[in-house]
């Protein structure tokens, strides 16, 4: 199951660009930027995922505003969605 995740305007001014202040070159670099910003979702949700032992997952589709969470089981998706967001979608 496919989660969009969008980036919330909080987040994206206060701990997403803590991200860009560790790699200055996410603020000019298109590459270094979405990396960023992945490393900043897998931190925020990836962690609470697999401390809820859900590790099939992955985070792609990265853009400023959003990303995707693919899960390989559908009822990792059901449990986790009301805790961290997002909705399903259809690829």
């Not at 991200?19 to 603020?27: G, H, K, T, V």
């Not at 899960?71 to 259809?90: C, N, Q, S, W, Y």
Request: aromatic share 10%.
């Amino acid at each position: 199951m496919k989660v969009h995740m969008n980036i919330a305007n909080g987040d994206k001014r206060g701990s997403l660009a803590k991200w860009f202040e560790i790699d200055p070159n996410a603020q000019v670099d298109n590459d270094a930027r979405i990396a960023a910003i992945t490393q900043w979702a897998d931190a925020r949700h990836g962690g609470w995922l697999r401390s809820s032992d859900i590790t099939d997952f992955t985070i792609y589709d990265v853009t400023d505003d959003s990303f995707r969470i693919d899960f390989t089981h559908d009822t990792d998706a059901l449990f986790a969605m009301p805790k961290i967001g997002g909705r399903v979608v259809e690829e």
